[in-house]
């Protein structure tokens, strides 16, 4: 089930930069968490980015970190992921999610089971 629109995936050389969007649900995301997720196949999805609608915590996998920026639109309750310094190493598919949260601490290192709303995965693909 598709309810989020992603967008934004494609192939690059090792060094390159690409811009991951996510469109969500018209509505105040001030409480929920929105993250990334990556997965390629034979290993778990793993949760790549997160930030807080709320305000007040971005957070990143240790091996993106200084690399990629979460952001979020208000105006357009979309999201985005820069990507930066590709490497052949961030090769997946791609996922954006959304889930409704008490506190923003609740969006700290983000589960795939806890995520109810989902995009369809966009490829990034790195080229060496």
């Known amino acids: 089930q598709v309810q989020l629109a992603e967008s934004g995936g494609g192939s690059v050389q090792a060094g390159g930069s690409l811009r991951l969007s996510c469109l969500a649900p018209?509505?105040?995301?001030?409480?929920?968490?929105m993250a990334w997720f990556r997965q390629v196949p034979g290993k778990e999805r793993e949760g790549v980015a997160v930030?807080?609608?709320?305000?007040?915590?971005?957070e990143y996998a240790d091996s993106v970190k200084g690399r990629f920026t979460i952001s979020y639109d208000n105006a357009k309750t979309t999201f985005y992921l820069q990507m930066n310094s590709l490497k052949p190493e961030d090769t997946a598919m791609y996922y954006c999610?959304?889930?409704?949260?008490?506190?923003?601490?609740?969006?700290?290192?983000?589960?795939?089971?806890?995520?109810?709303?989902w995009g369809q995965g966009t490829q990034v693909t790195v080229s060496s």
């Open positions: 999610a959304v889930r409704r949260v008490t506190f923003r601490l609740q969006c700290r290192s983000p589960r795939p089971a806890e995520y109810g709303y």
């Open positions: 018209a509505y105040t995301h001030s409480g929920d968490c």
């Open positions: 930030i807080y609608g709320g305000g007040g915590l971005a």
